[in-house]
Structure formats: C-alpha cells, structure tokens
C-alpha cells in the first residue's frame, strides 16, 4: 500500500494564527483528498485535490503531484477549527490510504 | 442534498453477538465503502461495494462482510463480535471511483 506521513502531529495554535499542514506520499495517486474530523468523528470533507491548488474561504490547499505532497493552509484560525486533520490519498483499488492526523488545537 | 446517512449512532453488543451497521450513500452515488476508526490504530479500509458488487476488501477476517442492495445501500455485518471491534465504523460514498469521497457520522460500536 501507499505510505502517508503527516506533518506535525500536534499543533496549537492562538486564535488567529496561520497554520500549514503536511502531506507526504510514497507513490503517484489519482485521488487526494484532505478531511477534518470533528470531536464527534465525523470526517468532513475539505479538498478533492489530487493536484493543483483550490481555496475555500480561510483554508486552501495544494497538491504537488510530481514530488509527492500535498499542503493545507489555515489561516485566522478560529476555535472550531479545532479536531484532526487527515490527509488520504488513493491509487488503483479505490482504496483510500490514511494518514495518522494532525491534531490541531485552537486556543481563545 | 441529503449527505450519506449512517444508522445506528451507537450501537452496544455483546462479545460473541452480531451487529448489523447500515449505511445510505448520497443519492446518485453507487460506490459505498466502509472504514474502521479503533482506538490508536486510524482509519483502516474494510470494503468497497460498487453496483451491488464487492469489488475490494481490506485486511480484515471473514466475520466482517457486507452486501449493497439494488437502491446502493449498505450493510456491515460483524459476526462473533469480539473486544477489539469496539470502533468507530465510517461509510462513505462516491459518484464513482477514484472520485471524492463523503462521509457518513458513523456509527460507534462498543463491544462488552
């Protein structure tokens, strides 16, 4: 299968801190996609991004297919954004490959 | 749009019973997979179903199957529950393969 290493593990932040997530991959996939998963487990879709760059209000995210990464920005962090941040890509199988999260702490 | 809706939330068993988990993808979509979240171990694949079919299933003993039925959705059953079942099992769908994925709440399984 396809190893997934995501970048920190923890991190807490001040409100209105700026943040960057990372993901790496060991090998080429057609689908990536970043999901946050909130205190009550479940996992809410972000970015369908198996490359380029998308933005969604305060976060965005970049994929760099050809070396293997992929980044999600958070800016103004609020409080709610709280929780773990996965990162999962996929290849042939149509099975997703999980990272192991980052979990994001927001404090007032 | 209804989101892919997963029944029960919690479900309580005893080791040694069976628990049946039910999942309904977005309406459209008939790719419905189903992910294991225990404790300290992440997000683990069970099984793909597409058109009523297994077309993948993950690193998991034969007591976890499943089936899709003809409207697309889906059922997990877990047979001789043991302990370490205990998880939060997550259904998700899809348009189609190697599309983006939507994911239900999940249902908590707790064995005892």
Known sequence: GIQVEQSPPDLILQEGANSTLRCNFSDSVNNLQWFHQNPWGQLINLFYIPSGTKQNGRLSATTVATERYSLLYISSSQTTDSGVYFCAVMNTGNQFYFGTGTSLTVIP | ?112
């Open chain 2, 1 to 112: 749009e209804a989101g892919v809706t997963q029944s029960p939330t919690h479900l309580i068993k005893t080791r040694g019973q069976q628990a049946t988990l039910r999942c309904s993808p977005i309406s459209g979509h008939t790719s419905v997979y189903w992910y294991q979240q225990a404790l300290g171990l992440g997000l683990q694949f069970l099984l793909w179903y597409d058109e009523g079919e297994e077309r993948n299933r993950g690193n998991f003993p034969p007591r976890f199957s499943g089936r899709q039925f003809p409207n697309y959705s889906s059922e997990l059953n877990v047979n001789a529950l043991e302990l370490e079942d205990s998880a939060l099992y997550l259904c998700a769908s899809s348009l189609k393969p190697y599309y983006g994925y939507t994911f239900g709440s999940g249902t908590r399984l707790t064995v005892v």
